[in-house]
């Protein structure tokens, strides 16, 4: 008996006394969360890897922002669920995600590479039901304006409540709100992933258009909220990771046959060293008679889209292996000093019409420019002991297609939303526990 | 309207970014840090008897516990031989809340029992030898494996034992002196997450290694009237140079190369200490005293490991840990009763080493109040059973490991019991 008493005597100094510290009290401010609605494209749609598909959704931003809101009073969010794991077959063609595996190059070397998954895609099918993600991958600004967009982007065919309508008139039928927009990052993204070959940047009046009503069309339903600023290309791994000067001469001799080959046979006044060398490019404005090349210059860009194999083993960037004749990264590969005066430009006053119009309307702007740039940045950004930034694949915040976020990613973009919704309404939402979400999964 | 997004072939290459060129930032901690009673990861629980009377012992000479806190006094002690020897329970109960996140989370209810033997042997009048084997620095804490400090620490059992042979001499019952050599045996064990994550899960490394180190204690007392007591007591800084513990990692298949099993250095520094007590006995029942005890924690700059194996992802890392000197002032009190029976009551006030923009859950480090009391029941002469408890109140606090970029605010409190057997003829 005297036994027991001390045993319940010693339980209760244990489990009791603990030291008590106020919870974080969750408050909508001057918000309603209640029926929450993102809007904008494949950031939105939570497109990762490559692909459009099931845990890539559950990680999207827009999903994540809404299980933070559901603490000060959110709703359910529902969002257009994919349920296979690899992706969906929304038109012919589409690919499953990449995942990293062991890939072997035309040198023998084997690495760890993005490769495309292999596992059974969703068939292309409307799911049938209403959504509050209205975040349609590939979409431009002004598509959301473009009646019968769902005849045109299968993705949007999968929620799509009228064939023949705009998306901004699915606004009101949600009944939102609350709001988020992430929209405008394919007018100028589209142009630069083509490496300014084709495609084309928004105009701007065209971009105004549009936003104004994309806009308008969501304040006329009597909700509030923040929409989001556009990032710079050159903040993102797919333009990032290859250098422009790749091309390393490994000894002397080499540089001597490759200096007197382009001064002696092909007259072209490039000079090559040992260490790193600028890449050759294509370059249709060159006044030689027959090589329309020139090096690449300090700034600017090779996409990850780049025929690696070709670099390595056909000379592509130099010298051809086979004809000898000068081997120009072809200019779609490429974003040139030009393209990306063009790039940044049309960033800059993309982002200042949203300020303004943010600004004029009252509703708050999300800075995710600065946060990808912080990304960028030699420290990257840490939370929690986790240190991301925007080196493929070990940076950790993006995820395999060098373009869209990781789960990990989504949660500090999250983070910058709830920010700007915690400034803008003086709300206390709660940040994503960065922890909770995964990086690139290594095999 | 296609998906721009489908036409990817992004492949990593030698070229552009193979993997051997993948860095990880791995910052590796770690303070060999504690459940911190006492600042940082000091635990100044030597004596029952001392425990009791807010941890006072710099000018006290009753028994062998004087070894240890002031080398000098042990000439002092009346008694032919003496020991004296005995054991703590820390139940240390402390509560994270993350800064901006709904998120709490409690330390794993542990036990850690520091504890102490001591013996001396009055040689001649005025000389008198000693051994202290005692556990002053060291501790355990967990926070479990899926907490959201993981990155930074799972947990950690940092134990260091010292044993002090030491020798006293005293002049005309006036001034004793003593010096005695410190052996450290030290080990550490401890487990972090990894952000690297594979099907399986996250990564994980565990770090587990010994060592010995050497420092001294040294000390001056001084009885310059009947009843006054005035000591003084410097113990050296032990560096602990573990020289090859292993690190044991758990990461995918993929980057066994960049993160493969290796023996690590790692080097902690265990503080210096310089105490000043002063005593006085009004009469034979009842004695107050104070003591000054000031930590050169700034010892602690920062941890440093150095993986035997380099490769991309694994080197040297430095973690910065910027430790402040700190004055920790104490106060006791002790009433005999009756030959039977003596009480005990003290305070303190313990200020944390550890700046606001370096506290971190390894240590997670709060100024500290400690109040105490104790009894020793005499059941025949020279012969005690001492008790005390003591309830140490760590102030709340809100702090950033920078670093990690770790915020939160921390409130702990400690449950300390202790039981000790004195012996004395």
Redesign the interface.
């Known amino acids: 008996m005297k036994k027991l008493l001390f045993i319940i005597l010693s339980l209760a100094l244990f489990t009791s006394c603990e030291r008590k510290i106020s919870q974080f009290n969750a408050d909508k401010g001057s918000a309603n969360f209640t029926t929450y609605v993102s809007v904008g494209n494949s950031l939105v749609a939570g497109y990762a890897d490559g692909a459009l598909y099931h845990d890539g959704q559950v990680n999207s931003c827009p999903n994540i922002i809404a299980g933070q809101l559901e603490l000060a009073g959110g709703g359910t969010f529902v969002q257009p669920m994919v349920t296979s794991n690899y992706g969906v077959a929304a038109y012919l063609g589409v690919q499953p995600k990449f995942v990293l595996g062991y890939a072997v190059d035309c040198q023998g070397v084997v690495g760890l590479s993005p490769m495309r998954s292999m596992g059974a895609m969703d068939p292309f099918a409307p799911v049938g039901y209403a959504v509050n993600n209205l975040g349609i991958p590939g979409v431009k600004s002004f598509h959301l304006i473009v009646p019968g967009l769902a005849t045109m982007n299968p993705y949007y065919t999968r929620f799509a409540t009228s064939m023949t309508g705009m998306v901004v008139d699915e606004f009101a039928k949600l009944h939102p709100t609350f709001f988020t927009i992430q929209l405008g990052d394919n007018d100028v993204l589209a142009y630069a992933l083509a490496g300014g070959a084709y495609d084309s940047i928004t105009p701007i009046p065209l971009f105004y258009y549009a936003m104004k009503n994309v806009l308008g069309a969501m304040l006329a339903t009597g909700a509030t909220g923040v929409m989001a600023n556009i990032p710079e290309v050159t903040s993102v791994p797919y333009f990032t990771t290859v250098p422009y000067n790749g091309l390393v001469v490994t000894r002397q001799s080499l540089a001597d046959t490759i200096n007197m080959a382009m001064t002696t046979m092909y007259h072209l006044p490039f000079h090559y060293v040992v260490g790193p060398n600028p890449f050759l490019i294509a370059d249709p404005t060159s006044t030689h008679p027959y090589f329309k090349v020139r090096q690449m210059k300090q700034g600017e860009l090779v996409l990850l889209s780049v025929p690696q194999d070709s670099m390595k083993c056909m000379g592509m960037g130099i010298i051809n292996a086979v004809t000898h004749m000068p081997y120009p990264i072809p200019g779609v590969y490429v974003l040139t000093e030009t393209e990306l005066a063009q790039i940044k430009g049309a960033t800059a006053a993309y982002n200042a019409i949203i300020d303004t119009m943010a600004a004029n309307r009252h509703i708050g702007v999300v800075d995710i420019n600065t946060t990808l740039k912080a990304l960028n940045s030699q420290a990257g950004i840490v939370w929690d002991g986790v240190h991301m930034t925007s080196k493929f694949v070990s940076g950790g915040a993006f995820s395999l297609d060098g373009i869209h976020l990781t789960p990990r990613g989504n949660a500090v973009s999250a983070n910058c939303f709830i920010d700007a919704i915690n400034q803008r309404f003086g709300s206390t939402i709660p940040y994503a526990d960065i922890t909770d979400y995964p990086g690139v999964i290594f095999p | 309207?296609?998906?721009?997004?489908?036409?990817?072939?992004?492949?990593?290459?030698?070229?552009?970014?193979?993997?051997r060129r993948?860095?990880?930032?791995l910052?590796l901690f770690c303070s060999a840090a504690m459940t911190s009673i006492g600042g940082g990861y000091q635990v100044s629980l030597h004596s029952t008897r001392n425990i009791g009377m807010g941890l006072i012992g710099t000018s006290l000479s009753y028994d062998a516990s004087t070894i240890f806190n002031n080398p000098g006094g042990m000439s002092f002690i009346k008694d032919k031989w003496s020991f004296s020897g005995g054991a703590s329970l820390i139940?240390a109960?402390?509560?994270?809340?993350?800064s901006?996140?709904?998120?709490?989370a409690?330390l794993v209810?542990e036990l850690n029992t520091p504890f102490y033997v001591y013996a001396s042997y009055k040689a001649t009048n005025n000389l008198s030898i000693g051994l202290a084997i005692n556990t002053p620095y060291g501790n355990r804490l967990s926070w479990g494996d899926n907490w959201?400090?993981?990155?930074?620490i799972q947990n950690l059992n940092f134990k260091a034992i010292t044993v002090q042979p030491s020798i006293s001499y005293k002049f005309k019952d006036i001034i004793g002196i003593g010096v005695g050599l410190v052996w450290a045996y030290g080990s550490v064990d401890l487990n972090k997450a990894l952000?690297?994550?594979?099907?399986a899960g996250e990564s994980q490394l565990n770090i587990k290694g010994n060592t010995v180190g050497f420092g001294f204690n040294a000390g001056l007392m001084v009885h310059p009237v009947k009843g006054l007591s005035i000591g003084l007591d410097y113990r050296s800084k032990i560096t602990m140079n573990v020289q090859n513990a292993n690190a044991t990692f758990t990461?995918?298949?993929?980057?066994k190369g960049q993160f493969p099993n290796t023996q690590v250095a790692v080097a902690l520094p265990l503080p210096a200490n310089l105490d000043f007590g002063l005593s006085y006995e009004f009469n034979e029942k009842f004695l107050i005293g104070i003591n000054l005890c000031y930590v050169f924690w700034k010892q602690y700059d920062s941890l440093v490991f150095d993986f035997k194996t380099k490769t991309p992802s694994l080197g040297r890392t430095a973690t910065a840990a910027l430790y402040q000197n700190r004055m920790i002032p104490r106060l006791g009190l002790q009433y005999k009763i009756n030959p039977l029976v003596t009480v005990r009551v003290g305070g303190y006030y313990d200020p944390s080493p550890v700046q606001t923009d370096y506290l971190n859950p390894q240590t997670p480090s709060t100024n500290e109040i400690g109040l105490t009391a104790g009894l020793s029941v005499f059941p025949f002469k020279g012969f005690s059973i001492d008790a005390a408890f003591l309830y140490l109140i760590?102030m709340?606090r809100t702090g950033t490991y920078s670093?990690?970029?770790?915020e939160g605010?921390y409130?702990?409190?400690f449950?300390i019991p202790a039981i000790g057997l004195t012996y004395s003829f």
């Open positions: 309207m296609f998906d721009f997004f489908c036409n990817l072939r992004p492949v990593l290459t030698k070229n552009n970014c193979n993997m993948i860095t990880f930032l910052l139940m109960r402390v509560t994270f809340q993350e901006g996140e709904n998120y709490q409690h209810h959201q400090g993981r990155f930074l952000p690297i994550d594979y099907t990461v995918p298949a993929a980057l760590g709340q670093p990690e970029n770790f605010t409130s702990s409190v449950y």
